[in-house]
C-alpha cells in the first residue's frame, strides 16, 4: 500500500533533495518478500484454545483483505498448521494447500475478486517447547512444585507458527486476539483485556483491537502470574512474573515509567497505547522482545531482588531502555524489510545507552558502553565482515541480520558519532520528523537519513549511508609536521583497518573527525578524502583525533606525536585516554605497534584510577596471561602483571566505599579475579578467609561483593570446599543466588573438579527455569579445561542447546563455538565439526567465527614472542 502521507513525503524529499537521497526511501510496493502484495490484510480476528500439556492448540482466524488486484489466488504463511473449513465471505473455497517447508498456504478461490473481502477459517496447530511462536515454558514455583506458563516469541518470523498470517514486516494490519485459558491463569496481550468470561474451569479472554503492526510484534502471555502495577501520565504500567516473585518487579516498574516520560518528550510523540506491561518469562528465552505493549524480557533481565548485584541492575536498567526505545523505533516505525534490522536494533541500543547515561550519572554509562564498541570493532575489522544493511532475500534468513556486533553496536557507535556531528538538538528534531512521517507505517534507511540531512542542512545521506552500507571502518594515520615556531599541521589518510594489518582495500569513508589539542574543546573535521592536512595546534601539546572516544574507527600517531601523548597520558581527559588505550591495543592485535607502545602507557598510568582505562589494560593483561600459559617465561610475566595492577587493587581493597561509583566496584572485581587468576596467593588468602565468614553468616557479605568471592573460592576449590559451593548451589532458594554458585564452580583448576562440573551440567538438579546453565556452565569450564569442555559439549550438543531452540543452537555453533573452542583442538578439525554442524542459513557466520578463531591462534603466537621480548628488554634495562 502506498498511503497518503507516504506519497506526500517521497514527493518533497525528491523535490527538494538531490535524486540520490530518495533512491531507497521505503515503498510497500517495492519492499522485499516473498509473499504477493496483491492481497494484503488489514484486520485479523484470531480465536485460540490452547492446551499446554498436550502442546496442541486449536483455533479460528477471520482476517479481512483488501485486493488490490482481481486474483483467484491468495497467499499467506503457515507453518505446521491445518486448516479447514475456509470460507471467502462465508462460502467454500475451490482449493487449500499448505506447504511447510515454504511455510506458505495457498487459497484458490473459485472465481477472481477484488475489493474487501473476509477469509475464514478454522485450523489446529503446535505450541513450541522453545521460544519460537506460542510456546509452553515450565519452572519451579517459588515454593515448590512445577508449573507451566505459555507465552510468544514471534520476531523474526514464528507468528505463523501460532496463527496463519501475512508475516512480513510490511503487512501491517489490525490484530484483535481472543484466547481461552485456564480460569486461574492471568493473561496479558499487546491491549488491555476488553472482555473476560468464565465458563466451567475455563476463562475466554478478549483482548483490545491491536492498532496497525507488523506480525512479529504480536504478544500473549498467560499463567499463574502476577503483577505489580502504576499509573503515569495516562499510561497504565504493570511487571508481571510467576507468583511469588512479582515484588521483584519494583525497581523495573518505576524505571519504566521514568523512561517512558523521557522518551515522550524525545519523540515529541507520546506513547499511543494505553498500557505497557514487561513480562519476566523464566527459561530459555533469551534477552527480551520489544512487542508493542507486552514487552517480553527473560525474568533474569528484569526483576531485581536482593540477590541482585549493581551490574544486574545496570542489566536491567538499559534493557528496558532498549526495549522501551523500540515502542517507537521498531513497533510505531517498522522496518521495510529484514535488510534494515538495525534501523531497529542500532537506533534502540544507542537510545538505550543515551537514557541510561542520562538518568544514571553515576554508571558513567558511555565508558562501560566502550567495550561494546570495541567488541564491534573487533568484530567488524574481520575481513569476513558483513555490513550493516544486509541483503537478505527470503525472510527465513532473517536471523543472520540479528548480530548484535554490527547490527546493534556497531549501528549504536555510529549514530552516536552522527549525533556528535550535527549536535544533539538537531539530531533529535531530525528523529522527531522522521517520527511524526513514519508513525504506523513503514521506513528504509534513507528515511531516516533523509530527515537527519533535511534537520541538520548537512548531506547525512552521503556522509551516513557508506558506513551501513560497506563492511568495516577506516584507520586514520597521522603524521604531523612542526614549523619553525612550534605550530603543528597533521596529514590524515585513511585506510580500512583489518585485523591482521593486511594491505588496504579501496574502502573509503566521509569520516567526522572529533580533534582535541591539549584540554582544548575539540572540533569537527570531516575527512572526506583519502589523505588530508589540518592545522592541530602545538607540537608540543597533547593531540586527540578521536576525541572522548565518540567516533567509530582507530587513529595510528606518528612516533613523535604518540610520544608527547604517552607522556601527557596520565592527566588526559578520560575519553580521549580510552580511544588511545583501544587503539593501540588494537594495533599491537593486527601487527601494526609493537607490544611495548602499549605497555608504555599501562606504566604511565601512575597514581590515575579511571577505571575504564584500568579495566582496558588488565584486558590486556589477561590475555596475553592466557597466551604464555605453558610457555617457558609464563612465570615471568604473570609476576609482572600482578606488579603492575597490584597496587591499584590494594588500594581499592576488598572493600566498597559508601561513596565510591559502581565502574570503581567492577575494576575492584575485575582485578581481584585476575589477581587469583595470576596465582596472587594473598588474594586467594583472604578470598578464603573471607568464604569461611560467609559460610557462618551469609548476610554478611553483600550482593555485590559474593559474585567475585565465589568465582575466586570456585576456581581455588579443593574438593571439601567444592562440595560446600555445589550445597549452597542446590540449597539456593533464590535462582540468581543459585547461578551464582553454580558459575563459580564451573571456574574450578582441579582436574577432577571438573569432572564433577560436567555431571552437574549434564544432572536434572537444574530446575527448568535455569534451562540455558547447563551449556553456560561448560561454555565457563573451556576457560581452565579447553579439551573437557570440547568433549562434553560435541557430545552432549542436543542435550545442552534444547534450551536455546533451533535458531539459537544455529548462531552457538556459528558464532560462539569457534570463539569458545579455538584453543580446545586443531583449527581444522574445529572447523571440520562446526561445518557438519551448521545449518545452511548461518554460513557466513561460522566464516567470521572461524577468521576470529585463526586470528586469536595467530595472535596467541605473536604474544608471547612479543612479551618475552619485552620482558627480556625490561630486565636488560634494569641491569
Ligand atoms: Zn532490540
Known amino acids: 500500500m502506498l498511503d497518503r502521507t507516504q506519497f506526500y513525503f517521497a514527493a518533497l524529499c525528491c523535490a527538494l533533495a538531490p535524486a540520490a537521497w530518495c533512491g531507497a526511501t521505503f515503498s510497500f510496493e517495492s519492499a522485499p518478500g516473498r509473499l504477493p502484495k496483491n492481497v494484503v490484510p488489514i484486520s485479523y ?267 544486574n541492575r545496570q542489566t536491567v536498567f538499559s534493557i528496558q531502555a532498549h526495549e522501551m526505545a523500540h515502542q517507537w523505533f521498531g513497533d510505531l516505525v517498522t522496518m521495510g524489510w529484514w535488510d534494515d534490522t538495525w534501523l531497529n536494533e542500532s537506533f534502540a541500543s544507542w537510545l538505550a545507552a543515551k537514557e541510561t547515561a542520562a538518568r544514571n550519572p553515576a554508571w558513567r554509562w558511555w565508558e562501560q558502553e566502550d567495550e561494546s564498541r570495541e567488541s564491534a570493532m573487533a568484530a567488524d575489522a574481520r575481513a569476513t565482515s558483513h555490513a550493516i544493511e544486509q541483503h537478505v532475500t527470503n525472510e527465513l534468513e532473517a536471523l543472520n541480520s540479528f548480530d548484535s556486533d554490527i547490527t546493534y553496536s556497531k549501528g549504536e557507535a555510529l549514530l552516536r558519532m552522527l549525533e556528535a556531528y550535527i549536535g544533539e538538538d538537531v539530531f533529535r528534531q531530525g528523529i522527531r520528523s522522521y517520527i511524526k512521517n513514519r508513525a504506523y507505517s513503514n521506513a528504509a534507511a534513507a528515511d531516516l537519513w533523509n530527515a537527519l540531512g533535511q534537520a541538520s542542512g548537512k548531506n547525512i545521506p552521503a556522509v551516513a549511508a557508506p558506513w551501513i552500507e560497506k563492511p ?129 602507557l599501562a606504566s604511565s598510568m601512575g597514581a590515575d584510577r579511571d577505571a575504564r582505562a584500568w579495566q582496558q589494560i588488565v584486558r590486556a593483561l589477561a590475555i596475553i596471561e592466557y597466551a604464555e600459559r605453558g610457555a617457558p617465561r609464563y612465570q615471568t610475566f604473570a609476576a609482572y602483571a600482578r606488579a603492575l595492577i597490584k597496587p591499584v587493587a590494594d588500594e581499592l581493597g576488598w572493600d566498597a566505599l559508601p561513596t565510591e561509583t559502581p565502574d570503581v566496584g567492577d575494576l575492584r572485581d575485575t582485578l581481584l579475579r585476575d589477581l587469583s587468576r595470576w596465582d596472587d596467593q594473598a588474594t586467594i588468602g583472604e578470598a578464603r578467609r ?66 564433577q562440573v560436567v555431571q552437574i551440567a549434564l544432572s536434572d538438579e537444574i530446575p527448568p527455569q535455569a534451562n540455558t546453565l547447563g551449556l553456560r556452565l561448560i561454555f565457563t569450564l573451556a576457560r581452565e579445561h579447553p579439551r573437557l569442555s570440547w568433549d562434553t559439549y560435541i557430545a552432549n550438543q542436543d542435550q545442552l542447546m534444547k534450551s536455546v531452540g533451533s535458531d539459537g543452537r544455529a548462531l552457538v555453533i556459528a558464532q560462539q563455538t569457534p570463539v569458545a573452542y579455538w584453543d580446545a583442538l586443531p583449527l581444522d578439525q574445529l572447523e571440520g565439526w562446526a561445518h557438519a554442524n551448521t545449518p545452511k542459513g548461518v554460513s557466513d557466520n561460522l566464516a567470521r567465527g572461524m577468521e576470529t578463531a585463526h586470528h586469536l591462534a595467530a595472535q596467541k603466537q605473536a604474544l608471547v614472542k612479543a612479551a618475552d621480548a619485552y620482558l627480556a628488554s625490561a630486565k636488560q634495562a634494569a641491569r
Open 472 to 600: 568495516g571502518f577506516p584507520l586514520v594515520s597521522v603524521n604531523a609536521a612542526c614549523d619553525s615556531s612550534g605550530n603543528r599541521s597533521v596529514t590524515l589518510r585513511q585506510k580500512r583497518f583489518l585485523l591482521n594489518g593486511g594491505s588496504a582495500n579501496a574502502a573509503e569513508w566521509q569520516v567526522p573527525l572529533r580533534i582535541r589539542t591539549g584540554t582544548a574543546a575539540p572540533r569537527t573535521v570531516l575527512l572526506d578524502a583519502r589523505e588530508q592536512k589540518t592545522a592541530a595546534g602545538r607540537c608540543d601539546e597533547p593531540l586527540s583525533v578521536n576525541a572522548d572516544a565518540v567516533g567509530y574507527y582507530r587513529v595510528q600517531y606518528d612516533a613523535d606525536t604518540l610520544a608527547v601523548n604517552t607522556r601527557a597520558f596520565p592527566s588526559a581527559v578520560d575519553g580521549d585516554r580510552i580511544a588511545l588505550l583501544d587503539d593501540q591495543w588494537a594495533l599491537v592485535g593486527s601487527g601494526e605497534a609493537p607490544l611495548q607502545n602499549f605497555l608504555a
Open 45 to 311: 480476528d484470531v480465536r485460540i484454545v490452547p492446551d499446554a500439556d498436550a502442546l496442541r492448540l486449536t483455533g479460528t482466524e477471520s482476517v479481512q483483505l483488501q485486493f488490490r488486484a482481481a486474483t483467484a489466488t491468495v497467499q499467506f504463511n503457515s507453518l505446521n498448521e491445518t486448516l479447514n473449513h475456509v470460507l471467502l465471505d462465508g462460502k467454500p473455497v475451490k482449493s487449500v494447500t499448505s506447504n511447510d517447508e515454504q511455510q506458505l498456504t495457498t487459497v484458490t478461490l473459485t472465481r477472481p475478486v477484488s475489493g474487501l473481502h473476509t477469509l475464514s477459517f478454522s485450523y489446529s496447530g503446535k505450541i513450541e517447547t522453545q521460544p519460537q511462536g506460542l510456546f509452553a515454558q515450565k519452572y519451579t514455583k517459588p515454593g515448590g512444585g512445577q508449573a507451566v506458563l505459555l507465552s510468544t516469541q514471534m520476531e523474526a518470523t514464528d507468528a505463523r507458527r501460532m496463527f496463519p498470517c501475512w508475516d512480513e514486516p510490511s503487512f501491517r494490519a489490525y490484530f484483535h486476539l481472543t484466547v481461552t485459558v485456564p480460569k486461574a491463569w492471568a493473561t496479558v496481550g499487546n491491549m488491555p483485556i476488553a472482555r473476560r468470561t468464565v465458563h466451567g474451569e475455563l476463562a475466554t479472554v478478549s483482548f483490545l483491537r491491536s492498532p496497525k503492526m507488523s506480525s512479529y510484534l504480536v504478544e500473549f502471555t498467560a499463567g499463574d502470574l502476577r503483577d505489580v502495577s502504576a499509573a503515569r501520565d495516562g499510561t497504565r504500567f504493570s511487571v508481571w512474573a510467576v507468583a511469588g516473585h512479582e515484588q521483584d518487579g519494583a525497581v523495573a516498574l518505576a524505571s519504566a515509567q521514568d523512561i517512558l516520560a523521557d522518551y515522550n518528550e524525545y519523540f515529541a510523540h507520546p506513547y499511543p497505547l494505553p498500557k505497557l506491561d514487561s513480562i519476566a518469562v523464566p527459561g530459555g528465552f533469551s534477552g527480551a522482545m520489544e512487542n508493542w505493549g507486552a514487552i517480553t524480557y527473560n525474568d533474569r533481565v528484569l526483576l531485581v531482588s536482593p540477590s541482585s548485584t549493581m551490574q
Open 690 to 755: 573471607r568464604f569461611a565468614a560467609f559460610i557462618q553468616d551469609p548476610h554478611g557479605v553483600s550482593a555485590d561483593a559474593q559474585a567475585t568471592l565465589l568465582a575466586i573460592v570456585g576456581q581455588n576449590a579443593d574438593a571439601a570446599t567444592f562440595a560446600q559451593l555445589h550445597a549452597l548451589a542446590k540449597g539456593a532458594k533464590d535462582d540468581t543466588f543459585m547461578q551464582r554458585c553454580y558459575m563459580a564452580l564451573a571456574r574450578v583448576r582441579d582436574p577432577e573438579l571438573a569432572r
